[in-house]
C-alpha cells in the first residue's frame, strides 16, 4: 500500500507561482512512476505531468508544457510540482497519484495509476 500526501495548494494571483509536494509513504517509492492530475468544478480529471521512477524522463500536457515542472526525490519519497505563470484556468484540485511497484513507467491515463492522495486545492486569481 502506498499513501499519498500532497501539501502546497493555496491562492495566488495570476502570473505568480505555486510549488505542490507530494509526500508518499509505503513501499519502494522508487519503483513507481509518479503523476500529477487535476480536475477543475463540473470537468474530468486531467493528466498534468509525469515523471518516471528513476526520475530521467519527465513529461506534460501540452498546455503546461514550459510553465510546470515536476521532480523528484527518491531519497525522501516526494514528488513536486514547481508551476509558474498560473492563469484562472489552472484553478482545480490536484492531485498525486502513483503506479503500482513495477508498473507503467510513463502512464498518462488516470487508469494506469493505482494510489491517489486526496487532493489540494490551488486557486489562481485574475
Known amino acids: 500500500q502506498v499513501q499519498l500526501v500532497e501539501s502546497g495548494g493555496g491562492l495566488v494571483q495570476a502570473g505568480g507561482s505555486l510549488r505542490l509536494s507530494c509526500a508518499a509513504s509505503?513501499?519502494?517509492?522508487?519503483?513507481?512512476?509518479m503523476g500529477w492530475f487535476r480536475q477543475a468544478p463540473g470537468k474530468e480529471r486531467e493528466f498534468v505531468a509525469g515523471?518516471?521512477?528513476?526520475?530521467?524522463?519527465?513529461y506534460y500536457a501540452d498546455y503546461v508544457k514550459g510553465l510546470f515542472t515536476i521532480s523528484r526525490d527518491n531519497v525522501k519519497n516526494t514528488v513536486s510540482l514547481q508551476m509558474s505563470s498560473l492563469k484562472p484556468k489552472d484553478t482545480a484540485v490536484y492531485y498525486c497519484?502513483?503506479?503500482?511497484?513495477?508498473?507503467?513507467?510513463?502512464?498518462?491515463?488516470?487508469?494506469?495509476?493505482?494510489?491517489w492522495g486526496q487532493g489540494t486545492q490551488v486557486t489562481v486569481s485574475s
Open positions: 497519484a502513483a503506479t503500482k511497484t513495477w508498473g507503467w513507467d510513463t502512464p498518462r491515463a488516470g487508469s494506469e495509476y493505482d494510489y
Open positions: 515523471i518516471t521512477r528513476n526520475g530521467g524522463t519527465t
Open positions: 509505503g513501499r519502494a517509492f522508487s519503483t513507481r512512476a
